[in-house]
Protein backbone atom coordinates (compact mmCIF):
# COMPACT_ATOMS: atom_id res chain seq x y z
CA UNK A 1 0.00 0.00 0.00
CA UNK A 2 1.61 3.18 -1.18
CA UNK A 3 0.70 6.23 1.41
CA UNK A 4 -0.73 8.60 -0.55
CA UNK A 5 -3.33 6.26 -2.49
CA UNK A 6 -6.02 5.52 0.94
CA UNK A 7 -7.78 8.11 2.79
CA UNK A 8 -7.78 5.65 5.52
CA UNK A 9 -5.26 3.18 6.21
CA UNK A 10 -5.04 0.70 8.80
CA UNK A 11 -1.93 -1.43 9.51
CA UNK A 12 -1.49 -4.30 11.52
CA UNK A 13 -4.37 -3.41 14.11
CA UNK A 14 -5.24 -5.97 16.86
CA UNK A 15 -7.79 -5.05 19.76
CA UNK A 16 -8.09 -7.55 22.79
CA UNK A 17 -11.11 -7.49 25.48
CA UNK A 18 -11.41 -9.96 28.32
CA UNK A 19 -11.47 -13.61 26.64
CA UNK A 20 -11.65 -12.42 23.33
CA UNK A 21 -9.47 -10.99 20.03
CA UNK A 22 -11.92 -8.34 18.44
CA UNK A 23 -9.44 -7.79 15.57
CA UNK A 24 -6.12 -10.10 15.19
CA UNK A 25 -3.77 -8.10 12.79
CA UNK A 26 -6.33 -6.25 10.43
CA UNK A 27 -4.28 -4.02 7.11
CA UNK A 28 -6.36 -2.29 4.78
CA UNK A 29 -6.76 0.69 2.97
CA UNK A 30 -9.88 2.70 1.97
CA UNK A 31 -9.86 5.43 -1.05
CA UNK A 32 -11.67 8.88 -1.22
CA UNK A 33 -14.83 8.83 -2.60
CA UNK A 34 -15.59 5.22 -2.53
CA UNK A 35 -18.15 3.52 -0.36
CA UNK A 36 -16.37 0.81 1.39
CA UNK A 37 -18.28 -2.27 3.12
CA UNK A 38 -17.23 -4.30 5.89
CA UNK A 39 -19.01 -7.06 5.51
CA UNK A 40 -18.82 -10.49 8.93
CA UNK A 41 -21.08 -12.46 10.53
CA UNK A 42 -22.63 -10.91 14.67
CA UNK A 43 -18.99 -10.47 16.76
CA UNK A 44 -16.80 -10.78 13.85
CA UNK A 45 -14.90 -7.42 14.80
CA UNK A 46 -16.44 -4.92 12.15
CA UNK A 47 -18.21 -2.05 14.85
CA UNK A 48 -15.05 -2.38 16.92
CA UNK A 49 -12.48 -1.89 13.97
CA UNK A 50 -14.32 1.05 13.22
CA UNK A 51 -14.43 2.46 16.50
CA UNK A 52 -10.88 2.84 16.47
CA UNK A 53 -11.05 5.06 13.71
CA UNK A 54 -13.57 7.22 15.26
CA UNK A 55 -11.51 7.29 18.39
CA UNK A 56 -14.26 5.14 20.49
CA UNK A 57 -11.09 2.75 21.30
CA UNK A 58 -7.86 2.99 21.03
CA UNK A 59 -6.06 -0.30 18.98
CA UNK A 60 -3.63 -2.24 21.33
CA UNK A 61 -1.13 -2.74 18.17
CA UNK A 62 -1.52 -1.26 14.90
CA UNK A 63 -1.52 2.07 13.40
CA UNK A 64 -4.12 4.06 11.52
CA UNK A 65 -2.86 6.82 8.58
CA UNK A 66 -5.52 9.40 7.61
CA UNK A 67 -4.67 11.32 4.53
CA UNK A 68 -1.36 9.25 4.70
CA UNK A 69 -0.87 11.13 7.78
CA UNK A 70 -0.30 8.61 11.26
CA UNK A 71 -2.56 9.64 13.41
CA UNK A 72 -3.64 8.99 17.39
CA UNK A 73 -7.33 8.62 17.65
CA UNK A 74 -7.95 9.01 21.23
CA UNK A 75 -11.61 10.40 21.25
CA UNK A 76 -14.14 11.07 19.08
CA UNK A 77 -13.45 14.81 19.34
CA UNK A 78 -10.28 13.95 17.67
CA UNK A 79 -11.58 11.70 15.06
CA UNK A 80 -14.08 15.19 14.06
CA UNK A 81 -11.33 17.16 13.97
CA UNK A 82 -9.71 14.72 10.88
CA UNK A 83 -13.34 15.21 9.39
CA UNK A 84 -14.60 11.78 10.40
CA UNK A 85 -18.47 11.24 11.72
CA UNK A 86 -19.68 7.78 13.24
CA UNK A 87 -23.71 6.91 13.06
CA UNK A 88 -24.11 4.18 15.70
CA UNK A 89 -25.84 1.02 15.54
CA UNK A 90 -27.62 2.41 18.52
CA UNK A 91 -28.89 6.62 18.20
CA UNK A 92 -26.90 8.65 20.92
CA UNK A 93 -29.46 10.95 20.49
CA UNK A 94 -31.27 12.91 23.71
CA UNK A 95 -34.63 11.81 23.63
CA UNK A 96 -36.10 15.60 25.28
CA UNK A 97 -34.16 17.79 23.07
CA UNK A 98 -34.73 19.07 19.52
CA UNK A 99 -33.75 18.03 16.57
CA UNK A 100 -31.69 21.61 16.42
CA UNK A 101 -30.12 20.95 20.21
CA UNK A 102 -28.93 17.23 19.25
CA UNK A 103 -27.37 18.39 15.77
CA UNK A 104 -25.16 21.35 17.46
CA UNK A 105 -24.15 19.99 20.87
CA UNK A 106 -21.14 20.64 21.94
CA UNK A 107 -20.52 23.22 18.96
CA UNK A 108 -23.25 25.31 19.49
CA UNK A 109 -23.40 28.64 17.97
CA UNK A 110 -23.51 31.79 19.99
CA UNK A 111 -24.44 35.01 19.80
CA UNK A 112 -24.85 37.65 22.79
CA UNK A 113 -27.69 38.63 24.30
CA UNK A 114 -28.31 42.80 25.16
CA UNK A 115 -25.10 42.71 23.19
CA UNK A 116 -23.57 41.38 26.91
CA UNK A 117 -24.36 37.83 27.60
CA UNK A 118 -23.16 34.83 25.35
CA UNK A 119 -26.31 32.60 24.71
CA UNK A 120 -27.29 30.22 22.36
CA UNK A 121 -28.17 31.26 18.77
CA UNK A 122 -30.45 28.39 18.28
CA UNK A 123 -32.08 30.34 15.46
CA UNK A 124 -28.84 30.44 13.19
CA UNK A 125 -28.81 26.87 13.94
CA UNK A 126 -32.09 26.02 12.84
CA UNK A 127 -31.69 27.54 9.54
CA UNK A 128 -28.31 26.14 8.67
CA UNK A 129 -29.95 22.56 9.91
CA UNK A 130 -32.62 23.33 7.74
CA UNK A 131 -30.97 24.28 5.03
CA UNK A 132 -28.34 21.30 5.09
CA UNK A 133 -31.44 19.07 5.48
CA UNK A 134 -32.51 20.29 1.90
CA UNK A 135 -29.77 19.89 0.20
CA UNK A 136 -28.55 16.58 0.83
CA UNK A 137 -32.69 15.32 0.54
CA UNK A 138 -32.80 14.50 4.23
CA UNK A 139 -35.83 17.17 5.50
CA UNK A 140 -36.41 17.02 9.17
CA UNK A 141 -38.10 20.04 11.31
CA UNK A 142 -35.20 21.16 13.73
CA UNK A 143 -37.73 22.29 16.20
CA UNK A 144 -39.31 18.67 17.10
CA UNK A 145 -38.04 16.83 20.00
CA UNK A 146 -36.32 13.30 19.25
CA UNK A 147 -39.47 11.84 20.77
CA UNK A 148 -42.14 13.08 18.90
CA UNK A 149 -40.21 11.59 15.36
CA UNK A 150 -40.02 8.04 14.76
CA UNK A 151 -36.39 6.06 13.92
CA UNK A 152 -35.73 6.47 10.06
CA UNK A 153 -35.84 10.41 10.78
CA UNK A 154 -33.55 10.03 14.12
CA UNK A 155 -31.05 8.21 11.38
CA UNK A 156 -31.58 11.78 9.45
CA UNK A 157 -30.44 13.36 12.13
CA UNK A 158 -27.24 11.22 13.02
CA UNK A 159 -26.77 11.71 9.41
CA UNK A 160 -27.11 15.37 9.43
CA UNK A 161 -25.22 16.03 12.86
CA UNK A 162 -21.99 14.18 10.90
CA UNK A 163 -22.52 16.82 7.97
CA UNK A 164 -22.91 19.51 10.44
CA UNK A 165 -20.05 19.24 11.39
CA UNK A 166 -18.27 19.13 8.05
CA UNK A 167 -17.58 15.10 8.27
CA UNK A 168 -15.68 13.74 4.75
CA UNK A 169 -15.45 10.08 5.97
CA UNK A 170 -18.84 8.73 6.83
CA UNK A 171 -18.87 5.89 9.45
CA UNK A 172 -22.52 3.96 8.88
CA UNK A 173 -22.44 0.74 12.08
CA UNK A 174 -25.62 -1.36 10.84
CA UNK A 175 -27.40 1.62 9.10
CA UNK A 176 -30.15 -0.46 7.99
CA UNK A 177 -31.02 -2.36 11.17
CA UNK A 178 -33.94 -0.52 12.44
CA UNK A 179 -35.83 0.65 9.05
CA UNK A 180 -38.12 -0.51 6.55
CA UNK A 181 -37.64 -1.69 3.29
CA UNK A 182 -38.85 1.57 1.66
CA UNK A 183 -36.71 3.34 4.56
CA UNK A 184 -34.07 1.23 3.47
CA UNK A 185 -34.01 2.09 -0.42
CA UNK A 186 -34.50 6.06 0.89
CA UNK A 187 -31.21 5.60 2.86
CA UNK A 188 -29.44 3.80 0.05
CA UNK A 189 -30.06 6.65 -2.03
CA UNK A 190 -28.81 9.35 0.39
CA UNK A 191 -25.82 7.48 0.80
CA UNK A 192 -25.44 7.39 -3.47
CA UNK A 193 -25.50 11.03 -3.46
CA UNK A 194 -23.48 11.79 -0.34
CA UNK A 195 -20.77 9.61 -2.28
CA UNK A 196 -21.52 12.15 -5.36
CA UNK A 197 -20.49 14.79 -3.34
CA UNK A 198 -17.10 13.64 -2.71
CA UNK A 199 -17.69 11.87 0.97
CA UNK A 200 -16.33 8.52 1.31
CA UNK A 201 -18.42 6.47 3.33
CA UNK A 202 -17.58 3.19 5.37
CA UNK A 203 -20.59 0.96 5.28
CA UNK A 204 -21.03 -1.76 8.49
CA UNK A 205 -23.36 -4.24 7.45
CA UNK A 206 -23.72 -7.71 7.20
CA UNK A 207 -27.06 -8.18 4.67
CA UNK A 208 -25.34 -9.15 1.13
CA UNK A 209 -28.30 -7.15 -0.87
CA UNK A 210 -27.50 -3.63 0.54
CA UNK A 211 -23.24 -3.98 -0.29
CA UNK A 212 -24.71 -5.67 -3.56
CA UNK A 213 -26.62 -2.50 -4.34
CA UNK A 214 -24.40 0.57 -3.21
CA UNK A 215 -20.87 -0.41 -2.44
CA UNK A 216 -17.86 -0.59 -4.49
CA UNK A 217 -15.40 -2.69 -2.32
CA UNK A 218 -15.96 -4.98 0.58
CA UNK A 219 -13.98 -6.39 3.33
CA UNK A 220 -15.21 -9.71 4.77
CA UNK A 221 -14.04 -10.15 8.13
CA UNK A 222 -14.28 -13.55 10.21
CA UNK A 223 -13.89 -13.95 14.18
CA UNK A 224 -11.42 -11.17 14.28
CA UNK A 225 -9.48 -11.77 11.02
CA UNK A 226 -9.45 -10.11 8.06
CA UNK A 227 -10.63 -12.96 5.29
CA UNK A 228 -10.72 -10.80 2.02
CA UNK A 229 -10.65 -7.54 0.59
CA UNK A 230 -12.67 -7.33 -3.15
CA UNK A 231 -14.71 -5.68 -5.70
CA UNK A 232 -18.31 -5.94 -4.83
CA UNK A 233 -19.68 -6.25 -8.63
CA UNK A 234 -16.85 -9.21 -9.19
CA UNK A 235 -18.44 -11.45 -6.73
CA UNK A 236 -21.88 -13.14 -6.56
CA UNK A 237 -23.88 -12.44 -2.92
CA UNK A 238 -23.37 -16.95 -2.52
CA UNK A 239 -19.80 -16.60 -2.74
CA UNK A 240 -20.04 -13.39 -0.21
CA UNK A 241 -22.42 -15.16 2.09
CA UNK A 242 -19.97 -18.42 1.93
CA UNK A 243 -16.72 -16.51 3.51
CA UNK A 244 -18.44 -14.48 5.78
CA UNK A 245 -19.50 -17.56 7.76
CA UNK A 246 -16.63 -19.92 6.48
CA UNK A 247 -19.24 -22.74 4.99
CA UNK A 248 -21.75 -23.30 2.26
CA UNK A 249 -24.34 -21.15 2.85
CA UNK A 250 -28.22 -22.13 2.12
CA UNK A 251 -29.98 -18.87 0.86
CA UNK A 252 -33.43 -21.21 0.98
CA UNK A 253 -35.34 -23.01 3.49
CA UNK A 254 -36.12 -26.76 3.82
CA UNK A 255 -39.85 -26.90 5.07
CA UNK A 256 -42.12 -30.08 5.18
CA UNK A 257 -45.51 -30.07 4.87
CA UNK A 258 -47.55 -28.86 8.01
CA UNK A 259 -49.24 -31.07 9.97
CA UNK A 260 -51.76 -28.90 12.18
CA UNK A 261 -53.28 -29.99 15.77
CA UNK A 262 -55.68 -28.55 17.85
CA UNK A 263 -56.12 -24.71 18.09
CA UNK A 264 -53.61 -23.54 20.82
CA UNK A 265 -54.16 -19.35 20.04
CA UNK A 266 -57.56 -18.06 19.96
CA UNK A 267 -57.95 -13.92 19.82
CA UNK A 268 -61.51 -12.32 19.23
CA UNK A 269 -62.39 -9.18 18.48
CA UNK A 270 -59.51 -7.80 19.67
CA UNK A 271 -58.89 -4.13 20.04
CA UNK A 272 -55.68 -2.00 21.56
CA UNK A 273 -55.51 1.73 22.31
CA UNK A 274 -52.51 3.44 22.69
CA UNK A 275 -51.90 6.14 25.50
CA UNK A 276 -53.49 8.98 23.14
CA UNK A 277 -56.50 6.36 23.68
CA UNK A 278 -56.27 5.85 19.48
CA UNK A 279 -57.39 2.71 18.14
CA UNK A 280 -54.20 0.92 16.99
CA UNK A 281 -55.91 -2.20 16.67
CA UNK A 282 -59.50 -2.78 15.72
CA UNK A 283 -61.30 -5.93 16.55
CA UNK A 284 -58.69 -8.34 15.05
CA UNK A 285 -59.68 -11.92 15.02
CA UNK A 286 -58.06 -15.11 14.51
CA UNK A 287 -56.17 -18.63 15.58
CA UNK A 288 -53.08 -20.46 15.34
CA UNK A 289 -52.75 -24.33 15.67
CA UNK A 290 -50.15 -26.44 16.85
CA UNK A 291 -47.59 -27.22 14.01
CA UNK A 292 -48.64 -23.92 12.46
CA UNK A 293 -46.85 -20.42 11.85
CA UNK A 294 -49.44 -17.58 11.49
CA UNK A 295 -47.60 -14.85 10.06
CA UNK A 296 -48.72 -10.83 10.67
CA UNK A 297 -47.22 -9.09 7.70
CA UNK A 298 -47.33 -5.27 6.79
CA UNK A 299 -45.88 -2.29 6.71
CA UNK A 300 -44.21 -1.01 10.51
CA UNK A 301 -46.36 0.86 12.50
CA UNK A 302 -49.92 -0.84 11.38
CA UNK A 303 -50.39 -2.50 14.84
CA UNK A 304 -48.69 -5.94 14.62
CA UNK A 305 -46.77 -4.95 17.15
CA UNK A 306 -49.35 -4.16 19.98
CA UNK A 307 -51.04 -7.61 19.06
CA UNK A 308 -48.13 -9.55 19.58
CA UNK A 309 -48.09 -6.95 23.29
CA UNK A 310 -51.79 -7.13 24.10
CA UNK A 311 -50.83 -11.03 23.94
CA UNK A 312 -48.02 -11.51 25.84
CA UNK A 313 -49.15 -9.15 28.49
CA UNK A 314 -47.41 -5.99 27.27
CA UNK A 315 -50.23 -4.39 26.78
CA UNK A 316 -53.85 -3.76 27.99
CA UNK A 317 -56.76 -4.73 25.41
CA UNK A 318 -59.36 -2.20 25.49
CA UNK A 319 -61.74 -5.16 24.83
CA UNK A 320 -61.51 -8.86 22.80
CA UNK A 321 -60.99 -12.00 24.65
CA UNK A 322 -57.75 -14.02 24.23
CA UNK A 323 -57.74 -17.52 25.03
CA UNK A 324 -54.45 -20.28 25.19
CA UNK A 325 -55.99 -23.83 25.15
CA UNK A 326 -59.36 -22.80 25.95
CA UNK A 327 -58.63 -20.69 29.17
CA UNK A 328 -59.24 -16.84 28.96
CA UNK A 329 -55.57 -15.01 29.68
CA UNK A 330 -56.27 -11.33 28.84
CA UNK A 331 -56.31 -10.69 32.30
CA UNK A 332 -53.18 -12.75 33.65
CA UNK A 333 -49.73 -11.06 34.54
CA UNK A 334 -46.87 -11.71 32.36
CA UNK A 335 -45.57 -14.29 34.38
CA UNK A 336 -49.04 -15.93 34.70
CA UNK A 337 -49.02 -16.11 31.13
CA UNK A 338 -45.59 -17.78 30.75
CA UNK A 339 -46.46 -20.64 33.23
CA UNK A 340 -49.13 -21.48 31.12
CA UNK A 341 -47.16 -21.60 27.72
CA UNK A 342 -46.26 -18.15 26.17
CA UNK A 343 -42.60 -17.19 25.04
CA UNK A 344 -42.18 -14.00 23.45
CA UNK A 345 -38.99 -12.85 21.29
CA UNK A 346 -39.94 -8.89 21.20
CA UNK A 347 -38.57 -5.89 18.89
CA UNK A 348 -36.87 -4.19 21.26
CA UNK A 349 -34.42 -6.70 22.37
CA UNK A 350 -32.80 -4.05 24.56
CA UNK A 351 -35.89 -2.85 25.89
CA UNK A 352 -38.03 -5.76 26.59
CA UNK A 353 -35.21 -8.84 25.91
CA UNK A 354 -32.14 -8.38 28.26
CA UNK A 355 -30.88 -6.34 30.70
CA UNK A 356 -27.99 -4.80 29.75
CA UNK A 357 -26.14 -4.80 33.35
CA UNK A 358 -26.88 -8.55 34.25
CA UNK A 359 -24.30 -11.08 32.85
CA UNK A 360 -25.42 -13.52 29.59
CA UNK A 361 -25.62 -16.14 32.36
CA UNK A 362 -28.21 -14.42 34.11
CA UNK A 363 -30.45 -13.03 31.29
CA UNK A 364 -30.58 -16.85 29.99
CA UNK A 365 -32.21 -17.83 32.90
CA UNK A 366 -34.42 -14.83 34.34
CA UNK A 367 -37.07 -16.16 33.75
CA UNK A 368 -37.06 -19.26 35.76
CA UNK A 369 -34.91 -17.89 38.25
CA UNK A 370 -37.45 -18.57 41.04
CA UNK A 371 -37.42 -22.57 40.85
CA UNK A 372 -34.39 -24.91 40.52
CA UNK A 373 -31.94 -25.33 38.99
CA UNK A 374 -31.51 -21.19 39.51
CA UNK A 375 -32.62 -21.53 43.38
CA UNK A 376 -33.85 -23.64 46.09
CA UNK A 377 -35.53 -22.49 49.41
CA UNK A 378 -35.60 -18.66 47.96
CA UNK A 379 -31.59 -18.57 47.40
CA UNK A 380 -30.39 -18.17 43.86
CA UNK A 381 -27.76 -20.49 42.73
CA UNK A 382 -24.96 -19.35 40.69
CA UNK A 383 -24.37 -22.52 39.43
CA UNK A 384 -27.75 -23.50 37.98
CA UNK A 385 -27.50 -19.85 35.70
CA UNK A 386 -23.98 -21.06 34.70
CA UNK A 387 -24.59 -24.73 33.80
CA UNK A 388 -27.71 -23.73 32.21
CA UNK A 389 -26.10 -20.78 30.32
CA UNK A 390 -23.13 -22.73 29.11
CA UNK A 391 -25.50 -25.55 27.37
CA UNK A 392 -27.11 -22.84 25.54
CA UNK A 393 -24.06 -20.91 24.08
CA UNK A 394 -22.86 -24.35 22.83
CA UNK A 395 -26.18 -25.07 21.33
CA UNK A 396 -27.24 -21.34 19.92
CA UNK A 397 -23.35 -20.78 19.31
CA UNK A 398 -23.60 -17.22 21.21
CA UNK A 399 -20.61 -15.57 20.90
CA UNK A 400 -19.57 -14.28 23.90
CA UNK A 401 -15.87 -13.84 25.14
CA UNK A 402 -16.39 -14.57 28.87
CA UNK A 403 -18.97 -17.41 28.30
CA UNK A 404 -21.87 -17.08 31.31
CA UNK A 405 -19.99 -14.29 33.22
CA UNK A 406 -19.69 -12.16 29.58
CA UNK A 407 -21.55 -8.44 30.27
CA UNK A 408 -24.25 -8.67 28.28
CA UNK A 409 -24.02 -4.67 27.70
CA UNK A 410 -20.35 -6.06 25.78
CA UNK A 411 -22.36 -8.25 23.32
CA UNK A 412 -22.90 -7.34 20.06
CA UNK A 413 -26.62 -6.93 19.09
CA UNK A 414 -26.78 -9.74 16.96
CA UNK A 415 -25.87 -12.20 19.70
CA UNK A 416 -28.46 -10.54 22.56
CA UNK A 417 -30.72 -11.85 20.16
CA UNK A 418 -29.40 -15.26 19.67
CA UNK A 419 -29.36 -15.29 23.85
CA UNK A 420 -33.27 -13.91 23.64
CA UNK A 421 -34.19 -16.91 21.04
CA UNK A 422 -32.43 -19.39 22.70
CA UNK A 423 -33.64 -18.69 26.74
CA UNK A 424 -37.54 -18.48 25.34
CA UNK A 425 -37.18 -21.69 23.18
CA UNK A 426 -35.77 -23.46 25.97
CA UNK A 427 -39.02 -22.82 27.87
CA UNK A 428 -40.78 -25.20 25.83
CA UNK A 429 -43.99 -23.18 25.69
CA UNK A 430 -46.80 -24.30 23.87
CA UNK A 431 -47.03 -20.76 21.90
CA UNK A 432 -43.61 -19.37 20.65
CA UNK A 433 -44.33 -15.76 19.84
CA UNK A 434 -41.32 -14.38 17.36
CA UNK A 435 -41.59 -10.22 16.45
CA UNK A 436 -38.39 -9.02 14.30
CA UNK A 437 -36.43 -12.80 15.41
CA UNK A 438 -33.97 -12.09 12.32
CA UNK A 439 -33.53 -7.86 12.78
CA UNK A 440 -29.85 -6.75 12.80
CA UNK A 441 -28.66 -11.19 11.99
CA UNK A 442 -26.58 -12.01 9.45
CA UNK A 443 -26.99 -14.48 7.03
CA UNK A 444 -25.56 -17.53 8.99
CA UNK A 445 -27.37 -16.59 12.36
CA UNK A 446 -30.96 -15.93 10.03
CA UNK A 447 -30.16 -19.39 8.02
CA UNK A 448 -30.13 -20.86 12.26
CA UNK A 449 -33.21 -18.65 13.42
CA UNK A 450 -35.08 -19.39 10.58
CA UNK A 451 -34.79 -23.39 10.82
CA UNK A 452 -35.10 -22.57 14.85
CA UNK A 453 -38.88 -21.54 13.94
CA UNK A 454 -39.28 -24.44 11.61
CA UNK A 455 -37.88 -26.86 13.95
CA UNK A 456 -40.43 -25.16 16.73
CA UNK A 457 -43.45 -25.84 14.15
CA UNK A 458 -42.62 -29.70 13.29
CA UNK A 459 -42.33 -30.30 17.38
CA UNK A 460 -46.02 -29.06 17.18
CA UNK A 461 -45.49 -25.58 18.88
CA UNK A 462 -47.97 -22.64 17.36
CA UNK A 463 -45.96 -19.90 16.39
CA UNK A 464 -47.00 -15.98 16.19
CA UNK A 465 -44.43 -14.42 13.66
CA UNK A 466 -44.53 -11.01 13.13
CA UNK A 467 -41.73 -9.81 10.43
CA UNK A 468 -41.08 -6.55 8.26
CA UNK A 469 -39.29 -8.73 5.60
CA UNK A 470 -41.76 -9.90 3.21
CA UNK A 471 -39.15 -12.73 2.25
CA UNK A 472 -39.37 -14.03 5.34
CA UNK A 473 -43.09 -13.96 5.63
CA UNK A 474 -43.59 -16.36 2.33
CA UNK A 475 -40.56 -18.60 3.04
CA UNK A 476 -41.81 -19.65 6.77
CA UNK A 477 -45.84 -19.09 7.29
CA UNK A 478 -48.33 -21.62 6.59
CA UNK A 479 -50.89 -18.99 7.15
CA UNK A 480 -50.95 -14.92 6.29
CA UNK A 481 -52.52 -12.60 7.86
CA UNK A 482 -52.05 -9.19 6.60
CA UNK A 483 -53.00 -6.05 8.34
CA UNK A 484 -53.16 -2.54 7.27
CA UNK A 485 -54.39 0.41 9.84
CA UNK A 486 -55.01 -2.04 12.92
CA UNK A 487 -57.38 -4.13 10.48
CA UNK A 488 -56.62 -7.88 9.43
CA UNK A 489 -57.62 -7.39 5.82
CA UNK A 490 -57.02 -10.67 4.83
CA UNK A 491 -56.22 -14.28 6.16
CA UNK A 492 -55.78 -16.84 4.07
CA UNK A 493 -53.37 -19.95 3.79
CA UNK A 494 -49.74 -19.49 2.67
CA UNK A 495 -49.65 -21.16 -0.98
CA UNK A 496 -52.94 -19.14 -2.06
CA UNK A 497 -51.22 -15.48 -1.71
CA UNK A 498 -48.28 -14.29 -4.24
CA UNK A 499 -45.81 -11.73 -2.63
CA UNK A 500 -47.56 -8.85 -4.78
CA UNK A 501 -50.74 -9.60 -3.39
CA UNK A 502 -49.80 -9.18 -0.23
CA UNK A 503 -47.65 -6.26 -0.90
CA UNK A 504 -51.08 -5.18 -2.22
CA UNK A 505 -53.10 -5.47 1.04
CA UNK A 506 -49.96 -4.23 3.04
CA UNK A 507 -50.72 -0.81 0.82
CA UNK A 508 -54.76 -1.18 2.26
CA UNK A 509 -55.72 -2.04 -1.05
CA UNK A 510 -59.11 -4.40 0.09
CA UNK A 511 -60.13 -7.19 -3.01
Known amino acids: MSDGEYIVEMRNITKRFPGIVANDGISLGIR ?110 P ?20 LYREAEILIFDEPTAVLTPQEIEFLLEIMGE ?25 AILRRGKLIKVLPVKDASTQELANLMVGREVSMSLEKTPSRFGDVVLEVEGLTVRNEDHFEVVKDVSFSIRGGEIFAIAGVSGNGQIEIADAIAGLAKPHRGRISLKGQDIAGDSIRARTEAGIAYIPEDRQKYGVILDFTLGENLGIKKYYVPPFSEGGVLRPEGFRQFAEDLIVRYDIRSGEGAKTPTRSMSG ?98
Open 414 to 511: GNQQKAIVAREIALDSDLLIFVQPTRGLDIGAIENIQKQILDERDRGKAVLLISLELDEVMGLADTIGVIFNGELLKVSPAGELSTEEVGKYMMGVKG
Open 143 to 162: TLRIEQVNVSTQQRVEILKM
Open 194 to 218: LRKKGKTIILITHKLEEIKQIADRC
Open 32 to 141: GGEIFAFLGENGAGKSTLMSMLFGMYEPDEGEIFIRGEKVTLSSSNAAAALNIGMVHQHFKLISNYTIAENIVLGIEPLKKAAGLFPCVDIKTAEKKIRDLSKSYGLEVD
